[in-house]
């Protein structure tokens, strides 16, 4: 067995392999840690090799922890409605989340993937690999260059990372994947569903 299987085999249980208290001070310090810190080395070092991580210039770590449960719309006041929903429906999963929340701290880079590190009864946390697309050991490299194409700018925001497309039923196929593609929202205006309301859309059906 090699070392990676190993590791593998390690983090699949790391409460049971490590230690219950091991683990549990593990938890303990990442809870004072900021929700977002940039790490030197993978926690899980098979995994981010996997999903494209090398130790190499360019190429870096960010672990974003977050909270788990429902989100809420924000409330400033002023009268509600009875129909007015509180609870924000984001249709995005907690890895997606994280990685936009990265993003958002690193505006000069790209997201490449993620994995999930650990999680309790309140937080998730994941690692966001991230890639300086103007880095110049970056575009020389043949296996990640790409990243720096116009098409792949902003790739976590446009729902085209591996975690994205999850979220969005790309994972799918065949019977009962028919709405997912090209995404919900087009397949929803494409056949005059509730999604569009327009004023073009409102008189074609004589909706007021």
Not at 158 to 172: C, E, H, N, Q
Request: proline letters at 3%.
């Amino acid at each position: 067995m090699g070392l990676y299987k190993h590791l593998n085999t390690l983090w699949k249980k790391p409460k049971e392999n490590l230690g219950a208290e091991v683990w549990k001070h593990h938890l303990m310090a990442w809870r004072r840690d900021p929700s977002t810190l940039r790490i030197e080395y993978p926690s899980k070092l098979a995994r981010a090799r996997s999903l494209g991580y090398r130790a190499k210039k360019g190429i870096f770590l960010v672990r974003q922890r977050i909270l788990r449960g429902g989100h809420q719309r924000e409330w400033k006041g002023g009268r509600k409605s009875s129909n007015q929903r509180v609870v924000l429906v984001m249709e995005q999963n907690y890895q997606h989340i994280s990685e936009i929340r990265v993003a958002k701290q690193y505006p000069g880079c790209e997201v490449l993937n993620s994995y999930l590190v650990a999680k309790d009864g309140q937080h998730y946390w994941f690692e966001v690999i991230l890639v300086d697309r103007n880095s110049p050991t970056i575009l020389n490299d043949k296996l990640l260059s790409w990243i720096n194409s116009s098409n792949n700018k902003g790739r976590v925001f446009r729902g085209l990372t591996s975690a994205a497309k999850r979220s969005r039923g790309l994972r799918w196929k065949g019977k009962g994947a028919e709405k997912a593609r090209p995404s919900r929202a087009v397949t929803a205006s494409a056949k005059g569903e509730r999604h569009n309301r327009s004023p073009e859309f409102l008189k074609k059906f004589h909706m007021k």
